[in-house]
């Protein structure tokens, strides 16, 4: 008798997890990098703060397209994280960044299952079938501009010409696109490069000399080593490199520069690009239509600095910018 209210017991009690583990709602985060990059890790806390665990299951999903750029490989990421999706059955996606766009999350367009929040879009709705979409929505990623202008004015009052350094990855493509089309003035950008390798980089820093007044360093983290071989050098030492052999003082557009030795950035926001799809789930399940929640595109900026690199460089930052940084936690010493 006993060993039978026992068995009755397991059973209605695994019928019970079960149908609470049916009735949550399942959010798969599909990241196109790795989970140790700093854009990545930023967007994720903001996420496991703002989805309450109790209500949903969240999922992550690494393409590590970043560290892998070759088509191949992405095409095959592409496919592994579909597989994901297919076998975990999720209610939402939050793709981020364009390759988990590119390879994933436009192959759901239009379905009734998934719905796709996007984020760290930098290409346009439309190249992924986005606008007009019964199932998607979400927040494009763009680069502050103004902020930029208006803090070299700041620091560097007299710098007018600058140079905009990158790697050739897709991400930068769609980057040099948008900045070609951005009004930079008072500021003018003398040469915009997507270099390939390590070898090139270090020559078009060193012929830099006397021609620019700044950098502008955007993403720089598929560099390989040479022509001849496809080891990607770490962002760190194309950093390193650069501060090493350039008095030419440089500024970046997300955390990463400064975590790898940058003097400061005005970065795009990964809180933002996290709010903004949390917002929407919640919004969505408590009744909201997705129709009734626009596409964004970014409001936000953070401030990153490095006080060690901003002494050297005898820059006199407004307290605003240092505060900024500070409420963020975004101050690196040295």
């Known amino acids: 008798m006993q060993k039978s209210f026992l068995y009755i017991f397991i059973i209605a009690f695994i019928a019970f ?8 709602n399942r959010i798969l985060v599909i990241h196109s990098y790795h989970p140790e990059y700093q854009w990545t890790k930023e967007i994720n806390d903001q ?3 703002l989805l309450p665990s109790s209500d949903i299951d969240l999922s992550y999903h690494y393409m590590d397209t970043k560290r892998n750029p070759d088509k191949e490989f992405k095409e095959k990421a592409g496919e592994e994280a579909r597989r994901v999706i297919s076998e975990w059955n999720p209610d939402f996606i939050i ?9 994933v999350a436009k192959y759901y367009v239009g379905r009734a299952r998934p719905i796709i929040i996007f984020t760290g879009v930098n290409a346009s709705a439309e190249r992924y079938g986005y606008v007009g979409a019964k199932n998607a929505t979400g927040i494009l990623e763009r680069t502050p501009v103004n902020s930029i202008i208006e803090v070299m004015q700041h620091c560097f009052p007299n710098a007018k010409k600058f140079i905009h350094l990158s790697d050739s990855s897709i991400t930068s493509e769609l980057i040099h696109n948008e900045y070609h089309h951005k009004d930079w003035s008072p500021l003018v950008c003398t040469k915009a490069l997507m270099i390939d390798t390590f070898e090139e980089w270090k020559k078009e820093v060193l012929a830099a000399e006397g021609k620019a007044d700044f950098f502008l360093y955007t993403h720089y983290h598929t560099i390989k080593r040479s022509k001849e071989s496809n080891e990607i050098v770490p962002p760190k030492e194309v950093i390193q490199w650069s501060i090493k052999n350039t008095k030419i003082p440089g500024i970046g557009n997300w955390g990463f520069f400064v975590k790898d030795g940058g003097m400061m950035s005005i970065a795009v926001s990964a809180q933002e690009q996290a709010d903004i799809p949390c917002d929407y789930i919640k919004k969505y399940l408590k009744g909201t239509p997705l129709s009734s929640l626009p596409v964004m595109t ?15 460089a005898g820059v006199k930052l407004p307290m605003v910018y240092t505060l900024l940084a500070e409420i963020s936690g975004h101050v690196v010493e040295k």
């Open 47 to 49: 996420i496991n703060r």
């Open 298 to 312: 970014t409001k936000k900026y953070s401030v990153y600095l490095n006080r060690h690199r901003i002494r050297q």
């Open 95 to 103: 793709p981020v960044d364009d390759n988990a766009q590119e390879y």
């Open 17 to 24: 997890i079960a149908f609470v583990t049916s009735s949550r």
